[in-house]
């Protein structure tokens, strides 16, 4: 079956610093893969997303590569601001049942000044 | 204009009543969606309908029920309401069968049953 695993938060930084949330999948097919972002009392965003193997999105300073050898599409920035605090989620669609979307647990980053 | 939009953005309730909450979509997408959040902020899908017709429902207890007047509407009543529907419910929409496309998202339901 299909699911989505991510690193359990909450995840603490100081501004500036650099952010990775590792998130993993499991699929039959060949999946398109996103992240999503939940900002405070707020519904989901898109952030990314990649449709195939080795392509990489990007958004708002943040970039994730689908990486097919290790099943893998983690997040990361380079340099992250207090407004970046939210709740992360990675999620796949499923070529064979793309009316269908699984999210990860989320993960809940803090940004402090 | 909001792509996705839901009411109530707040609903408190007792238990053992029965409440709708209401979901449309001005994107023309074809398919809709019910997912629940749960306290932990895990997201579950509930149901989902293409065009009016229910092709995905998960194991959910039939106090819930779905309805879909037409293609830009998902309504989700729910009958007998206990503590633990207590969560907030998010409708989301996607143009359906177009490979690579994302879900759009409304603000979220916070349903409180007490």
């Known amino acids: 079956g299909n699911s989505v695993t991510q690193m359990e938060g909450p995840v603490t930084l100081s501004e500036e610093a650099f952010l990775t949330i590792n998130c993993t999948y499991t699929?039959?097919?060949?999946?398109?893969l996103f992240w999503y972002v939940q900002y405070p009392g707020e519904g989901l965003q898109l952030l990314l997303k990649?449709?195939?193997?080795?392509d990489k999105g990007s958004n708002k300073g943040f970039e994730a590569t689908y990486r097919k050898e290790t099943t893998s599409f983690h997040l990361e920035k380079g340099s992250v601001q207090v407004s970046d605090s939210a709740v992360y989620f990675c999620?796949?669609?499923?070529?064979?049942?793309?009316?269908?979307?699984?999210f990860g647990s989320g993960t809940k980053l803090n940004v402090k000044p | 204009d909001t792509a996705v939009s839901q009411t109530p953005k707040y609903l408190v309730t007792q238990m053992g009543n029965d409440k709708s909450i209401k979901c449309e979509q001005n994107l023309g997408h074809d398919t809709m969606y019910w997912y629940k959040q749960d306290s932990k902020k895990f997201l579950k899908i509930m149901f989902s309908?293409?065009?009016?017709?229910?092709?995905i429902n998960e194991t959910v207890p039939n106090r819930f029920s779905p309805k879909s007047p037409d293609k830009a509407h998902l309504n989700l009543h729910i009958n007998s309401l206990e503590l633990g529907d207590s969560a907030v419910y998010f409708c989301?929409?996607?143009?359906?069968?177009?490979?690579?496309?994302?879900?759009?998202f409304g603000q979220g339901t916070r349903l409180t049953v007490v």
């Open positions: 989301a929409s996607s143009p359906g069968v177009v490979l690579n496309t994302e879900a759009f």
């Open positions: 309908y293409n065009n009016k017709e229910l092709i």
């Open positions: 999620a796949l669609s499923d070529e064979d049942n793309f009316n269908k979307f699984y």
């Open positions: 699929a039959t097919g060949y999946p398109s």
């Open positions: 990649a449709t195939k193997a080795d």
